[in-house]
């Protein structure tokens, strides 16, 4: 059975940094392609950044600069550096992955992340 685990969430000040981390468990699970989502008020999930097992990414506009996704393939393990946070950051972040191009997209079940002071 396929689980992806999202850890590293919490509050922290504006200006500040989390690393969230998404390990992936199950039979033969690894990554072909990983990422994160997040939802925050008033909006709609959306896109935050995604990897590749080969390493290549991209990013929403809005985390340019300042969120840096990263992952460990012996470690079935993606991870989500973000810096210089900002309130309106404040979301649940949702890692997700594929094992092949053409199977369905996994889930985790979210980490809260609030930046406040």
């Known amino acids: 059975q396929v689980q992806l685990v999202e850890s590293g969430g919490g509050l922290v000040q504006p200006g500040g940094s989390l690393r969230l981390s998404c390990a992936a468990s199950?039979?033969?699970?690894?990554?072909?392609?990983g990422g994160w989502y997040r939802q925050t008020p008033g909006k709609e999930r959306e896109l935050v950044a995604n990897?590749?097992?080969?390493?290549?990414?991209n990013y929403a506009d809005f985390v340019k600069g300042r969120f840096t996704i990263s992952s460990d393939n012996a470690k079935n393990t993606v991870y989500l550096r973000m810096n210089s946070l900002k309130p309106e950051d404040t979301g649940v972040y949702y890692c997700?992955?594929?094992?092949?191009?053409?199977?369905?997209?996994?889930w985790g079940q979210g980490t809260q992340v609030t930046v406040s002071s």
């Open positions: 199950g039979s033969t699970f690894k990554f072909y392609t």
């Open positions: 997700t992955g594929k094992r092949t191009l053409f199977e369905v997209r996994y």
């Open positions: 990897i590749t097992s080969g390493g290549s990414t």
